[in-house]
């Protein structure tokens, strides 16, 4: 018999319809989720599998010896990693928020009537609109075409926030070249964006299979919940990405009844993210000194055991729990006075597929957060580093264009 390959394995993906779940049955899969339409995802490792609990005996006897074991209720666990890119991972993170991805945005001089930019001021201006009553929010990437000055065409400019008259001033980074009033101009948001919501929360549930090529076996894990992601950034490497899940049965599948998923999608092209591309702003403010960061994103999952059926019930999902962690060189004290003093601080970070000026990227803002910790241990001769953990919150002011979320995330690619 052949001996399964990784490389030879093609994992894959696909939403259910609906993300109900009954509590006595497990679907169909004849007819659920169906086996067109799914979509194979990039991956380093999924440790997908089906756990079961298990019991023995305690009986004491006179043998001294185990005479029964059982297994008991099972349930679908792992995690899928891989290297980030855009577009890929976009699926997992808006079903881990249960929101309704909103989508790419173009405004016009019809909307604001005309644009001037200025560099010393680091902002564009409008003439006319109200840019957040018009969707825009701060730590969005926007993208311009047809303006006067082609230098300020196709560039990411990243928003810091907004002021004046019906917030038509945008401060942004990086700085534009200087530029009178256009009145023919194209503003985009490409891509699309994700929050917490505070309503309107989406229950989902998708099939992964695990498909063996060479040896045409297939293991396919149905009826899971994505609960969890990873995103973690070193100063110099790859951003690393990680979705954990927990469903409620596998299936072994061979012959004419593998691969499950006929011809599914293939898999993204976009380019991989390396943090040393992309920006991290503070308050507003480049921390240049940052030699790593990671975001999590958890909403603690259970399966619900009950007797008489060997899956579980219902797999329950949490609240969104937000946290992350900043490792940067010691320069100062402004990192560990902010956890001293309990300072809420706004966290953007950047993640870009090349140095480009209209890169494919994704904007990560956390609109608050509060460090739990400042460690800055003397260490050896070298350069010192300070570790500060944080946990993020829901922004519940008033600033404008500050979106009332825990966490934010622009792909301009998906």
């Not at 309704?100 to 564009?124: K, Q």
Request: with cysteine; hydrophobic share 40%; net charge negative.
């Amino acid at each position: 018999m052949t001996i399964a390959e990784g490389v030879s394995t093609l994992v894959a993906y696909k939403f259910y319809a609906s993300g109900a779940i009954t509590e006595n049955a497990l679907d169909d899969t004849s007819t659920l989720p169906g086996t067109s339409g799914a979509q194979l995802v990039r991956r380093v490792t999924s440790t997908m599998d089906l756990v079961r609990n298990n019991y023995a005996a305690t009986e004491i006897r006179a043998d001294r010896q185990e005479v029964d074991f059982r297994l008991g209720t099972g349930h679908t666990a792992g995690d899928i990693t891989g290297e980030y890119s855009g577009a890929t991972y976009f699926d997992f993170i808006e079903a881990v928020h249960r929101d309704t991805r909103v989508a790419a945005l173009a405004l016009t001089e019809s909307d604001l009537t005309s644009a001037t930019a200025s560099h010393s001021g680091s902002s564009f201006t409008f003439g006319g609109g109200d840019p957040v009553v018009l969707g825009l929010f701060v730590g969005d990437v926007i993208r311009f075409t047809a303006l006067s000055v082609t230098a300020d065409d196709a560039v990411n400019f990243t928003i810091l926030g907004f002021s004046g008259t019906s917030n038509r001033v945008l401060a942004v980074t990086p700085a534009p070249s200087d530029q009178t009033a256009d009145v023919a101009f194209t503003l985009t948001r490409p891509g699309h964006a994700t929050i917490v919501p505070a309503s309107g929360h989406v229950s989902r549930k998708l099939a992964i299979e695990h498909y063996g090529q060479d040896t045409d076996y297939s293991q396919l894990f149905v009826e899971n919940r994505l609960w969890k992601y990873v995103l973690t950034m070193p100063a110099t490497g790859l951003v690393t990405f990680s979705a954990s899940l927990m469903g409620r049965w596998a299936y072994d599948l061979s012959g004419a009844s593998a691969p499950y998923f006929a011809s599914p999608t293939a898999e993204t092209t976009t380019g991989i993210t390396a943090a040393v591309n992309g920006i991290l702003l503070l308050n507003g403010t480049a921390v240049g000194v940052v030699t790593g960061a990671t975001i999590t994103n958890e909403t603690v999952a259970a399966a619900g055991e009950v007797v008489g059926q060997n899956f579980p019930a219902a797999i329950s999902l949490g609240h969104n729990q937000v946290s992350g962690q900043i490792t940067a060189y010691l320069n100062g004290s402004t990192i560990p006075a902010l956890f001293k003093a309990e300072t809420e601080c706004a966290l953007l970070i950047g993640l870009d597929a090349t140095s480009a000026a209209n890169t494919p990227t994704t904007r990560i803002y956390l609109p608050r957060i509060k460090f739990t910790g400042a460690t800055a241990p003397v260490q050896g001769e070298g350069l010192q580093v300070v570790t500060a953990p944080f946990r993020a919150l829901r922004y519940v002011g008033a600033t404008p264009g500050v979106p009332s979320t825990v966490i934010r995330i622009q792909d301009t690619e998906a």
